[in-house]
């Protein structure tokens, strides 16, 4: 399989995860919104115990997102080419609040070491065009993904936060920002 169908499979394969997750979001209570790096360390934990070559692949937030970049959950996947399988664990208040098997196949690339967090990926994407859309057309940040290898024409091994801005009646707003150095590197509408 070429390099532009795998990321084409890996694209779909997050959109539909994007899809799995926003269907299990539930209220966000009394729990208090944190910056998805505070959530990783627990999860790595849970995932080293599963398999010990578990790689983090994709990160994506469970719960609203707030003005600051925080959830107050999050969403963790792991790859472990050994058990061949992926697995997400959901962290909330500093806690797992649900671990699971994805029935899908998610061989993906694991995500850069020292990408941002996503406070400062947040404040790109504002900067880069989810403030003025979301000002123009009353939309609402839906999702923030990050992930290696899966929106990124330019450069399709970076690993980037994507973020999906929703508005009623207009199509979504797609940000897309490289998790190392904070640039936005493309945004559309679809």
């Known amino acids: 399989m070429d390099d532009r169908i795998s990321r084409t499979c890996i694209a779909t394969a997050a959109l539909i995860l994007v899809s799995l997750v926003s269907a299990r979001r539930g209220v966000a209570g009394d729990a208090a919104p944190f910056a998805a790096r505070t959530g990783l360390e627990l999860a790595s934990a849970a995932a080293q115990s599963w398999s010990p070559d578990a790689r983090l692949v994709y990160v994506e937030n469970d ?87 899966a929106f990124s024409e330019g450069a399709p091994d970076a690993t980037t936060w994507t973020f999906v801005y929703s508005a009623s009646g207009a199509p979504s707003l797609f940000v897309v920002v490289d998790a190392t150095s904070g640039k936005v590197q493309r945004t559309w509408r679809g």
């Open 63 to 149: 719960d609203a997102v707030d003005g600051g970049g925080g959830s107050v959950r999050w969403g963790y996947l792991f790859y472990s080419p050994a058990e061949d399988r992926a697995r997400v664990w959901s962290v909330r208040g500093g806690r797992i609040a649900a671990a699971e098997n994805l029935d899908m196949r998610f061989d993906a690339p694991p995500v850069a070491a020292g990408w941002l967090d996503s406070g400062p990926a947040l404040a790109a994407a504002e900067q880069g065009g989810g403030a003025a859309f979301r000002k123009a057309s009353g939309a609402k940040l839906q999702s923030m993904l990050l992930m290696r290898g």
